[in-house]
């Protein structure tokens, strides 16, 4: 009874430790800006010589993840997001590049936006990406740093844990001609398992492992017990014990055979044969 205390104590601590259930991978594909224009038709930075942007747009990215909520999924809403509204993960990036960026051209991984989340995943989110242009005069932005908008993009879906990659495109039709694409998908973190992420499991012996969908313990063949840690005897072992391994049937004292199934005390009362001797032995 102590023992499945402590395992349950042990587990308990390991999840007090552990920041995230999961995380929410944005890949990024392609931005074209091939005017260098902010939302409103002007130019990201200095004037335009002919219709042409002299300068190009200074470009970082700004990500919102929230679980679904009718007072906040108003498609008008302004642009100014609560960072307390994205209620799964939030996080900004540098500047990225100029007008027109290629993330696929990057070092690897270097397109990868990884939105980590501590609660139990609800299948159902909003993603919004804001694109911003740099008006900070260190070219550092931070959150709340002075900005101009570019394009904003908001996917209303669901995902599960373990998907394949979902993909997602905003094309602007209007003077400005923006076009973004990217892709996203769900995984949980290590030790955590279902369809929420929420199911924690960490074998604490070699003889177990977690199911990969659920995050159940599951035995190894030979072994039982809450933490796997107790083997299981010969099939039919009557009156013996397993010590630290499978298969075995130790047998108690007073017992004997392959299944202890024979008491010494019968084997003890069996006559034994006369034997006759020849030639005065």
């Given at each position: 009874?102590?023992?499945?205390?402590?395992?349950?104590?042990?587990?308990?601590?390991?999840?007090?430790?552990?920041?995230?259930?999961?995380?929410?991978?944005?890949?990024?594909?392609?931005?074209?800006?091939?005017?260098?224009?902010?939302?409103?038709?002007?130019?990201?930075?200095?004037?335009?010589?002919?219709?042409?942007?002299?300068?190009?747009?200074?470009?970082?990215?700004?990500?919102?993840?929230?679980?679904?909520?009718?007072?906040?999924?108003?498609?008008?809403?302004?642009?100014?997001?609560?960072?307390?509204?994205?209620t799964y993960s939030?996080?900004?990036?540098?500047?990225?590049?100029?007008?027109?960026?290629?993330?696929?051209?990057?070092?690897?991984?270097?397109?990868?936006?990884?939105?980590?989340?501590?609660?139990?995943?609800?299948?159902?989110?909003?993603?919004?990406?804001?694109?911003?242009?740099?008006?900070?005069?260190?070219?550092?932005?931070?959150?709340?740093?002075?900005?101009?908008?570019?394009?904003?993009?908001?996917?209303?879906?669901?995902?599960?844990?373990?998907?394949?990659?979902q993909h997602a495109?905003?094309?602007?039709?209007?003077?400005?001609?923006?076009?973004?694409?990217?892709?996203?998908?769900?995984?949980?973190?290590?030790?955590?398992?279902?369809?929420?992420?929420?199911?924690?499991?960490?074998?604490?012996?070699?003889h177990s492992r977690?199911?990969?969908?659920?995050?159940?313990?599951?035995?190894?063949?030979?072994?039982?017990?809450?933490?796997?840690?107790?083997?299981?005897?010969?099939?039919?072992?009557?009156?013996?014990?397993?010590?630290?391994?499978?298969?075995?049937?130790?047998?108690?004292?007073?017992?004997?055979?392959?299944?202890?199934?024979?008491?010494?005390?019968?084997?003890?009362?069996?006559?034994?044969?006369?034997?006759?001797?020849?030639?005065?032995?």
């Open positions: 009874m102590m023992n499945t205390f402590y395992v349950f104590l042990v587990i308990f601590l390991q999840i007090q430790l552990i920041s995230t259930a999961g995380k929410f991978e944005i890949e990024l594909e392609r931005l074209v800006n091939r005017k260098g224009l902010n939302v409103n038709g002007t130019c990201c930075n200095g004037p335009d010589r002919f219709f042409t942007c002299i300068q190009p747009c200074k470009t970082f990215m700004r990500f919102c993840l929230r679980n679904q909520n009718p007072n906040l999924d108003d498609i008008n809403r302004p642009v100014t997001v609560n960072n307390e509204e994205c939030f996080d900004e990036t540098p500047i990225l590049g100029g007008n027109n960026i290629d993330f696929l051209r990057l070092p690897q991984q270097a397109n990868l936006i990884v939105l980590p989340f501590k609660f139990s995943w609800m299948g159902d989110f909003v993603l919004r990406i804001d694109i911003f242009n740099d008006k900070t005069y260190d070219g550092q932005p931070y959150p709340g740093s002075a900005r101009e908008l570019i394009l904003s993009t908001t996917i209303r879906s669901s995902i599960y844990p373990n998907s394949s990659w495109q905003t094309i602007d039709s209007s003077l400005t001609s923006h076009e973004f694409s990217f892709r996203y998908r769900i995984s949980c973190a290590t030790n955590f398992y279902g369809s929420q992420c929420s199911r924690f499991c960490s074998p604490l012996s070699s977690c199911d990969p969908q659920t995050g159940e313990i599951i035995c190894q063949q030979g072994w039982t017990g809450v933490d796997c840690n107790k083997a299981i005897c010969r099939a039919g072992c009557q009156h013996g014990h397993c010590l630290n391994q499978p298969n075995q049937c130790i047998c108690h004292q007073g017992w004997t055979g392959e299944k202890c199934q024979v008491p010494l005390q019968r084997l003890m009362s069996i006559p034994k044969p006369k034997v006759s001797c020849h030639n005065g032995g």
